[in-house]
């Protein structure tokens, strides 16, 4: 991945900051408890939703094993159809192709759909160096965008900001972008949603380039397939000359009867609608509708390494729908920002790990970032046991060492040896018996402090126990 973002600390430190902000949890509360109370309702309306599920983490399984297969299928099928296919190890020359693509249109602007795999590459960024601006037309792109913000939530990227915070964003900013908001501007969401067609129907009138992400590729006829809500997905994908899709290389399906599955769990899971508002697919190019020039982008950073991984591989499953981090208590306190990464939340705490490695503090501390309640293993569409590989990162990270870590490893091996040495141990246990009037009521350090900073140590009892017993029941 492109790193982590510029000065984001590790997720314990982060986390302690965002559960003070009052604001923020109550902004997230009530939009997590609100998509999962609806999900739950669209989830059950189908009888055969655990057969899905299991359908959908078979069709994913079966891909991942013969990835390159079906990756060869697709570029053939692309080609064939008269779109371009481009092959990026790194978000670096992910970043290199689409700024060199861009260029030669002879534009200095690009319209964009919401894209997990641009964010992912620091692509708007790249763009920006270049002297190429993009504009985000999702919503709630715009909505962080505007505000100079970073997304905070997989489905929902402005999850953070309530609707006061968002009429003073776009009162103050757009402006700046574009065309400004309504004079008298209210924090209604008809008067929202209207100040922000507004703006970006300029914008989508005046763009040649778009450049997009995709849910899905179909491998047998080189389509590609993006589900959305609003509207901007389908002007972006049409309306544009040219158009350029940065997609990683596990969103690959075999067969259009394998996106029949997806397009019955991902709407449910992600947005609680049988079915999403606008489902777009095209397949390379035609003569007389649509972009007349198309790109795909294929994009590694990271993935083939997490491929190698046979516990951690079924991160790559994902499609994204966001449910993990709506039952997530973790991530319902936390917020986004605290995972220093596009991908929070649980999915994010073993996903960024994997294609960023854990070398840096924030991401050898995501794996950490749970409670390993199995909530969003539960509500996993395709049946990732995230509970399990966070284990397994975090087995990873130990191996790796460091301060803690060794203070840990010292602190077992010194247990094990009292523990076997009985009169070592009843000695200890007399001795913690006599002095208990000395022991504090908090233990030290950043490390075991954090868990008794809400909570008392017990009480060492008057005497231990084997004494106890000899005294009364010899």
Not at 228 to 242: A, F, H, I, V, Y
Not at 378 to 397: G, T
Not at 445 to 461: C, F, K
Request: charged share 25%; net charge neutral; with cysteine.
């Amino acid at each position: 991945m492109s790193g982590t973002y510029l000065g984001m600390p590790s997720f314990p430190k982060a986390a302690h900051e965002a559960v003070g902000n009052t604001t923020l949890r109550a902004n997230l509360r009530h939009a997590t408890h609100t998509i999962r109370d609806k999900r739950a309702k669209a989830v059950a309306e189908l009888d055969d939703w655990a057969l899905l599920r299991e359908a959908g983490k078979q069709i994913k399984d079966h891909t991942l094993r013969h990835l390159d297969t079906y990756l060869v299928q697709l570029e053939e099928a692309v080609t064939a159809a008269g779109g371009v296919v481009h092959w990026a190890t790194d978000a670096d020359e992910a970043n290199r192709i689409v700024t060199r693509l861009v260029k030669e249109t002879g534009e200095s602007e690009v319209v964009k759909v919401k894209s997990m795999a641009t964010q992912e590459i620091g692509l708007n960024e790249a763009l920006k160096a270049e002297g190429i601006h993009a504009y985000e037309t999702d919503l709630a792109e715009l909505i962080v965008q505007l505000g100079h913000d970073r997304p905070s939530h997989i489905l929902v990227p402005a999850i953070h900001r309530n609707r006061g915070e968002i009429r003073d964003i776009f009162a103050k900013e757009m402006g700046e972008w574009g065309r400004p908001a309504p004079e008298g501007l209210t924090d209604t969401p008809a008067e929202l949603a209207e100040a922000a067609r507004l703006h970006l129907r300029e914008k989508f009138l005046r763009a040649k380039v778009g450049i997009s992400g995709a849910n899905f590729m179909v491998a047998e006829t080189g389509t590609l397939v993006v589900v959305e809500s609003e509207g901007n997905g389908r002007m972006c994908l049409t309306l544009p000359e040219t158009l350029i899709s940065v997609v990683g290389i596990e969103k690959i399906v075999p067969t259009w009867r394998d996106l029949e599955v997806f397009l019955q769990t991902l709407p449910r899971s992600s947005t609680a609608e049988r079915m999403n508002p606008y489902t777009s697919m095209w397949t390379g190019t035609t003569d007389t509708d649509g972009p007349q020039t198309f790109h795909l982008v294929l994009i590694d950073n990271g993935r083939t390494d997490t491929l190698a991984d046979e516990v951690g591989r079924q991160a790559l499953r994902c499609i994204r729908c966001s449910a993990c981090l709506n039952v997530c208590p973790v991530y319902e306190r936390a917020g986004g920002h605290a995972y220093g990464s596009v991908y929070p939340g649980p999915i994010g705490a073993i996903l960024s790990p994997q294609l960023r490695g854990t070398a840096s503090e924030i991401d050898a501390s995501l794996p950490y970032a749970s409670s390993l309640c199995g909530a969003c293993y539960e509500v996993c569409p395709v049946a990732i046991d995230i509970p399990q590989v966070l284990v397994h990162l975090r087995e990873k990270v130990a191996d790796q060492g460091g301060k803690g870590h060794r203070l840990e490893k010292a602190a077992i091996k010194a247990a094990g040896w009292i523990l076997d040495h009985p009169g070592a141990l009843a000695a200890g246990e007399r001795v913690a018996a006599k002095t208990r009037k000395l022991h504090p009521k908090k233990l030290p350090g950043p490390g075991a402090g954090q868990w008794t900073n809400s909570r008392d140590l017990p009480e060492m009892p008057a005497e231990p126990f084997r004494d106890w017993w000899k005294k009364n029941r010899t």
